[in-house]
């Protein structure tokens, strides 16, 4: 294999695909990048064995060929190259030279055989959707995982698609945060699948404001492709929990705040907790909600923050970071909170999302 290209084309290709490598792994090979020719182009794959990633750079090639590489010298070297044209010559003996301005470095790899084959999907079940719209999604549910590995299925988001819709939910058996948008086309095939996290965190990472996503169910795997970035991951199995249950109607028990007046508050009043005292004291009157905070051996606070609301009092206790989190994340200039009794979930409803969460003892 020889090819030629441009210094930063191809470190932007590395960092696509390099995230998921490990180089502490038992396996040699998966700390490695697989670079092989294909016609005029470039393509990079790299796994950790649930995660694969594969993208593709057009290159001047001057003899087809593959090669595996360690991904963490490989990036480093390039990084530090000079600006300019960069030479990738594999040998024979799984050695690579690569070649800058007036620099050349060596590299030994290992044979292409070794690295594991990037799934094949049939892409004629394909579902569409708006990278924008995928991106809201994830920023909505993905803080509301669990990473409890006792409970594996939280460990990921259940992926809905029926008709023309897809749903994105998430739990941590604590709150629970779903989101539902528009396919580009409708769907020929429903299914739901539990995404791991992980890939999550990695599709987020590649996606844009602009273009599509493309999803394929493979049954025990899925791929996502970004603009010619290829994303497959490993189902989690198992039976999401019956979210629905635990949804409630829509009640007039409303509060309308200030997104970013409330947020505020929490945060300052999460400044005094500690873990064995998270919960913070909501206490709702007629034009004011007060948020308070008593800790023991650390402190207290008390801060109203007005809002419209013409239902009995009430007092109830929150985890402050299960409201920070999904605060922060609205665009809306109020949100209306749904507060149903001292002892019952607070429920915030938008026009595709809902998030729920339980409260604490005080």
């Known amino acids: ?8 084309e191809i470190q932007a290709a590395i960092a696509t695909v390099s995230n998921i490598v490990s180089p502490k792994t038992t396996l040699p090979i998966l700390s490695n990048i697989l670079l092989e020719t294909n016609n005029d182009l470039l393509k990079m794959n790299t796994t950790d064995l649930d995660i694969g990633i594969s993208c593709e750079l057009p290159v001047h090639v001057y003899e087809q060929g593959a090669i595996t590489i360690p991904a963490k010298r490989f990036s480093d ?4 190259l000079p ?15 690569i070649e800058g301005l007036n620099c050349r470095f060596k590299l030994n790899g290992l044979p292409k055989e070794e690295f594991p084959k990037f799934p094949e999907f049939k892409d004629k079940d394909a579902v569409l959707i708006k990278q924008a719209d995928l991106k809201e999604m994830i920023r909505l549910t993905s803080f ?13 988001l259940l992926l809905e698609v029926a008709g023309d819709s897809v ?19 409708p769907s020929h095939k429903d299914f739901h699948i539990i995404v791991p996290v992980k890939a999550i965190n990695e599709i987020n990472r590649n996606l844009k404001e602009e273009g599509q996503v493309s999803i394929i169910n493979g049954g025990t795997q899925v791929l996502f492709n970004i603009n010619g970035i290829l994303i497959a991951t ?46 913070i004291k909501f206490e709702l009157f007629k034009d004011k909600l007060v948020i308070s ?70």
Do not use: W
């Open 1 to 8: 294999m020889k090819i030629k290209t441009n210094k930063e």
């Open 83 to 97: 600006s300019g044209e960069v030479i990738i010559v594999a040998r024979k003996n799984n050695q690579i030279d």
């Open 293 to 362: 905070k008593t800790t023991p051996d650390v402190g207290e606070s008390r801060e109203e923050v007005a809002v419209e609301y013409g239902q009995q009092e009430l007092i109830v206790g929150f985890n402050p970071q299960f409201f920070i989190d999904v605060l922060k994340n609205i665009d809306e200039e109020y949100v209306s909170m749904e507060f149903l009794g001292p002892d019952k979930p607070c429920v915030l409803r938008l026009k595709e999302y809902l998030y729920l969460a339980l409260p604490m003892r005080l």
């Open 167 to 185: 749903r994105m939910v998430a739990t941590d058996g604590r709150r629970l945060a779903k989101i539902e948008k528009k396919l580009i086309h």
């Open 234 to 279: 490993r189902i989690i199995e198992g039976e999401f929990p019956n979210y629905k249950q635990v949804i409630p109607k829509e009640s007039n028990n409303k509060a309308k705040v200030k997104t970013q007046d409330i947020l505020a508050a929490i945060r300052r009043a999460n400044l005094l907790s500690t873990p064995d005292f998270q919960a």
């Open 144 to 156: 509301a995982v669990s990473y409890e590995e006792s409970r594996y299925v939280l460990n990921g």
């Open 77 to 80: 070297i390039v990084r530090e």
